[in-house]
């Protein structure tokens, strides 16, 4: 017998027969399990198994992301670990795993991608991961406020290769016409994935906001397929299960561009398929929709979620539009002359780090912002000259009549190669010093002024710290 159901679980009542309307509603009552994505740009396969043991979790692999995984238990320290505050993993909801593990990319290629809708950028580090950080990937969203927390997680990330933008994605497409290889829309949408967390909590919808979305995602999309190059791929994701904001979307597009564009099948390494809705209510959908896959939360033991992958097979019209033009001197970048150039080279050398490598093997070139010192991409100078952005590539230090300071973000993604001036502080002092407080030092190996990598007895990295007298004082970043 169908239990009593909620308001919001109403327009699901056809979709779903009654055994799995029960499950559905037996599962929204259960607490959504966490989960964590590995960044294999500072952690390894093997981190898992050790986090497992040195934290008491009980991590279960998700079927569909190899770097992905989900608590079995309780874990209420998975924001507190120093792997999580140094960026070796990222907390997140399995089912949003999802969206960019359906991206078919080439091994050892280099894509352009852009991920049009991407703040706080949980998708964006998976995108970075994916590529291994080759390539470039231009993360924008229309939200000045959000684009802090997406430049933070970018940062905690450690990589070399993003850029991010604060521009509408409605006008990406026809600004930045088939630049890009791959586009990830993880539009945004009602939210109403139907199993809560402190993160998604439910309300009820109304048919105008509902509305409104539904055309906001048409236009997005519509906009990602005229960025995506003829053969590019771009996903459609939502964190809603309402057909309006899923299928209905699609159904739209397939019809505006019949020739054009198709929906690829779900790959097999997604266990359970369960296909997109072919109707809804009134609305029929075409038969290519049902290619898409709805995360319902009985099925997958995660929040509901919707994702397609579609494939552009041919150009599509797109009216121009005039780009906005921001010079690098107009944003208060200068390049870095040679003798700037030496003497960041020479500092890092003293910690044993290879800055010129770096460059030659990511493609940057060291810019200066009043004293900061920025990496940037040479393929976003080339390929996208004056298009104006937020911040490009990696924190490499600060440069002033002091001297050269290495900046975190650079030190904590190659922990390893910072291999001298390293300082080991007591288990007891990490919760101290992670909690951004100067630590008082007893031995003094290195003279007043020094800047030090900070260490625990594992070895591993914890921050720069600066000495003077008898302080370590802290050089935690303020997003850390
Ligand atoms: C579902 S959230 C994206 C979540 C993100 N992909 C992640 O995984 O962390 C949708 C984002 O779209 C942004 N947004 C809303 N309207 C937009 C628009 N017209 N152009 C670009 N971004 C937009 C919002 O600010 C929000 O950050």
Redesign the pocket.
């Known amino acids: 017998m169908t239990r009593q159901i909620p308001r919001q679980l109403e327009a699901y009542r056809d979709l779903l027969n009654e055994t799995e309307l029960n499950q559905l509603l037996e599962s929204m009552n259960q607490p959504l399990p966490s989960g964590l994505r590995v960044n294999p740009l500072k952690a390894d396969a093997a981190s898992p198994k050790a986090w497992q043991q040195a934290y008491g979790w009980q991590l279960e692999q998700v079927p569909f992301c190899p770097t992905g995984w989900q608590l079995g238990n309780e874990a209420s320290n998975l924001s507190r670990t120093v792997e999580h505050q140094m960026g070796h993993y990222y907390i ?1 909801d399995a089912a ?1 795993m999802l ?1 960019v593990e359906l991206f078919e990319f080439k091994p050892d290629a280099e894509p352009s991608v852009l ?12 995108l970075i991961s994916q590529l291994g950080d080759r390539g470039l990937v231009v993360a ?4 000045l ?2 684009i802090s927390g ?1 430049k933070g ?1 970018l940062q905690r990330w450690g990589s070399t290769s993003a850029v991010i933008t604060n ?4 006008r ?1 497409g026809r600004w930045l016409p088939e630049q890009f290889d791959y586009v ?1 829309l ?4 009602s ?1 109403e994935a139907l199993r809560t967390s402190e993160r998604h909590t439910s309300r009820l919808v109304s048919s105008h906001e509902r509305n409104t979305l539904q055309q ?1 995602q048409i ?2 999309l519509e906009s990602a397929l005229q960025a995506a190059r003829p053969n590019g791929q771009v996903v459609y ?3 809603s299960l309402a057909p309006e904001e899923d299928e209905a979307v699609l159904d739209a597009l397939l019809k505006r561009y019949p020739e054009q564009i198709e929906i690829r099948p779900i790959p097999q390494r997604v266990p359970i398929h369960a296909p997109g809705l072919l109707a809804a209510g009134a609305q029929a959908y075409a038969e290519e929709v049902s290619k898409a896959l709805r995360l319902w939360p009985h099925l997958y033991n995660t929040a509901g979620f919707f994702a397609a992958l579609i494939v552009k097979r041919d150009q599509i019209a797109t009216p121009s539009l005039e780009r906005p033009q921001q010079t690098l001197a107009k944003a208060g970048y200068k390049a870095v002359t040679n003798d700037e150039q030496q003497q960041i080279i020479s500092s890092l050398q003293n910690y044993g780090f290879n800055l010129p490598a770096l460059l030659a093997s990511q493609g940057l070139s060291l810019w200066r912002n009043g004293k900061s010192i920025q990496a940037i991409p040479e393929r976003w100078l080339s390929n996208f000259e004056h298009f104006p952005f937020v911040s490009a590539g990696i924190h490499i230090g600060k440069l002033s009549r002091h001297g050269f300071q290495p900046a975190h973000d650079l030190a904590s993604r190659y922990a390893a190669q910072f291999s001298q001036q390293r300082l080991t502080i007591s288990d007891q002092q990490i919760d101290e010093w992670l909690a951004r407080r100067d630590l008082p030092i007893k031995q003094r190996a290195y003279p007043d002024g020094s800047i030090v990598v900070v260490e625990d007895q594992q070895q591993r990295y914890l921050g720069l710290g600066q000495i003077n007298a008898n302080i370590l004082e802290n050089l935690l970043p303020h997003w850390q």
């Open positions: 997140q949003s969206p991920d049009m809708t991407a703040a706080p950028g949980g998708k964006t580090t998976h924008n969203d229309s939200n406020q959000r997406l997680n521009q509408p994605g409605e990406m990830l993880d539009a945004p949408c939210g906001r236009k997005l994701s939502t964190c």
